[in-house]
Nanobody
Framework: QVQLEESGGGSVQAGGTLRLTCAVS????????MGWFRQGTGSEREGVAC??????PSYADSVKGRFTISKVDAETLHLEMNNLQTNDTGVYYC??????????????????WGRGTQVTVSS
């Protein structure tokens, strides 16, 4: 089992910055791929930024150049979000999977999930 807990969400104005943190614990062999997903009101959950077992990142086109995913150590995953826009608003979830690379396009490929943290960007 893997446990994930997100923190760092909040309310900011457009152009602002937030850093999300995912605290990870549990069986290390089940968390090779890790990622950040988000879900806005009335929208499907979508991949934002993911990282494979070799710490190679992948980003959604909408966040490239603004967001940075990083694996600090085996227990900590960050998402640095710069120049936030109103359409970045949503609940952000940390996810993990045992595959070396689970991709970032399909939330269903990830087995373990945190409860999420709210990010609200106002104009």
């Amino acid at each position: 089992q893997v446990q994930l807990e997100e923190s760092g969400g909040g309310s900011v104005q457009a152009g602002g910055t937030l850093r999300l943190t995912c605290a990870v614990s549990g069986y290390t062999a089940h968390r090779h791929s890790m990622g950040w997903f988000r879900q806005g009101t009335g929208s499907e959950r979508e991949g934002v930024a993911c990282i494979d077992t070799f710490s190679r990142p992948s980003y959604a086109d909408s966040v490239k150049g603004r967001f940075t995913i990083s694996k600090v150590d085996a227990e900590t995953l960050h998402l640095e979000m710069n120049n936030l826009q109103t359409n970045d608003t949503g609940v952000y979830y940390c996810a993990a999977d045992s595959r070396f690379w689970a991709g970032c396009g399909s939330p269903s490929r990830y087995v373990y999930w945190g409860r999420g943290t709210q990010v609200t960007v106002s104009s």
